[in-house]
């Protein structure tokens, strides 16, 4: 069986910070996606990618920039962090005859 | 564009009751497929049923859901509540006609079990 990583598990940052998170998975995947997850709004999309080198922004992706370098890795960085915010990052990928499988995700603390 | 509502919050219920979350949806797809995430505490979401066939019942670790098109809806429902249920509960869309995997996800519901 495939696993997703992500790392770090916990980021605490300072505001104005440029803050990345890294993904990674082992289920030779095409697609990866980054939510964020906020109580009461569910997970909303950030940015997704379809394949190596491919970006395709989700309905919140202002603030956040992505890259998938290669088809396994696919980071998300926060470009200034807001201060006192605090979410929960997931990443999760799938292909065409599988569901998401998500990653165990990032907390972020911004103080 | 598709949507997923899930009305209730949160949900609280003591051990051995009966279990429904509600989830409807909208697509002007034909063939959209439904899924029911569960999210432990400090775990990954998992996939819990999935489905596409209408008025066909679903069921998977006592849980089970009916995709009923006529009314777009995909409620989860479970027998008698156990402590262990307690946890984050999403309702989830994706239209695979489209050759899109991007699911769209309701805002969740937690579901409470105390003793």
């Known amino acids: 069986g495939g696993i997703i990583t992500q790392t770090p598990k916990f980021l605490i940052g300072q505001e104005g910070q440029k803050l990345t998170l890294k993904c990674q998975q082992n289920?030779?995947?095409?697609?990866m996606y980054w939510y964020r997850q906020d109580s009461g709004k569910g997970l909303r999309l950030i940015y997704y990618s379809i394949t190596e080198n491919d970006l395709q922004k989700g309905d919140l992706s202002e603030g956040y920039d992505a890259s998938r370098e290669k088809k396994s890795s696919f980071s998300l960085t926060v470009t200034s962090a807001q201060k006192n915010e605090m979410a929960v990052f997931l990443c999760a990928s799938t292909d065409r005859d599988s569901d998401y499988t998500f990653g165990s995700g990032t907390r972020l603390l911004v103080i | 564009g598709d949507s997923v509502t899930q009305k209730e919050g949160l949900v609280t219920l003591t051990e051995g009751l009966p279990v429904m979350l509600n989830c409807t949806y909208q697509t002007i797809y034909s063939n959209a497929f439904l899924f029911w995430y569960v999210h432990y505490l400090n775990e990954s979401p998992r996939l819990l049923l999935k489905?596409?066939?209408?008025?066909k019942r679903t069921e998977h670790q006592g849980f089970h859901a009916t995709l009923h098109k006529s009314s777009s809806s995909f409620h989860l429902q479970k027998s008698s509540a156990q402590l262990s249920d307690s946890a984050l509960y999403y309702c989830?869309?994706?239209?695979?006609?489209?050759?899109?995997?991007?699911?769209?996800f309701g805002a969740g519901t937690r579901l409470k079990v105390i003793a």
């Open positions: 289920f030779n995947h095409d697609t």
């Open positions: 489905s596409s066939t209408d008025n």
């Open positions: 989830a869309l994706s239209d695979q006609n489209t050759g899109n995997y991007k699911y769209v």
